[in-house]
């Protein structure tokens, strides 16, 4: 049983988001998480496009480690606020969020970013299982 459960769980299918995909996942979890589905952006830092085998390098060489979803997202948050600040007058607040509202399918390193109606971002997703104790795409 996976330390912190107070009872042993079986035959489930778990569900998850993002914050799933972590290693203390499989060390906490172990075999109860086997087998469990969530979604995850579709950042993939094996991908084989060259900003993103570039990005993955340059952050790898400065941290010592590979980057997660989390700093894809956040690199490519900045490069589309450089990209507005260059594309405005005078890079405030509502000139920023104007020219985001009129983003789509931008192709950054963590996948196509759109923004809709509302501000909010619409981006690809994918689904993911705990498999023989690896995370790996469904």
Same mark, same amino acid.
């Given at each position: 049983r ?8 079986t ?8 914050? $799933? ?7 906490v ?12 952006p579709a950042f993939?830092?094996?991908?084989q ?5 570039s990005f993955?390098?340059?952050?790898s ?5 590979a ?10 948050a ?5 990209e507005?600040c ?5 890079c405030?607040?509502?000139e920023?969020?104007?020219?985001l ?7 950054g390193v963590?996948?196509?970013t759109? $923004? ?10 994918r689904?993911m299982?705990?498999?023989?104790g690896?995370?790996?795409p469904?």
């Amino acid at each position: 049983r996976p330390e912190g459960l107070s009872h042993a769980i079986t035959d489930l299918s778990w569900t998850g988001v993002v914050n $799933f995909h972590d290693d203390q996942t499989l060390k906490v979890g172990g075999q109860a998480v086997e087998g469990a589905i969530y979604t995850s952006p579709a950042f993939d830092p094996t991908a084989q496009d060259s900003r993103i085998r570039s990005f993955v390098a340059a952050y790898s060489r400065q941290n010592g480690v590979a980057p997660d979803v989390w700093a894809a997202h956040g690199y490519d948050a900045m490069l589309l606020i450089g990209e507005a600040c260059r594309a405005t007058a005078d890079c405030t607040a509502a000139e920023i969020r104007d020219w985001l509202s009129a983003v789509k399918a931008w192709p950054g390193v963590s996948g196509s970013t759109t $923004f809709d109606e509302n501000g909010d971002v619409r981006k690809p997703v994918r689904f993911m299982t705990v498999r023989n104790g690896a995370f790996v795409p469904l």
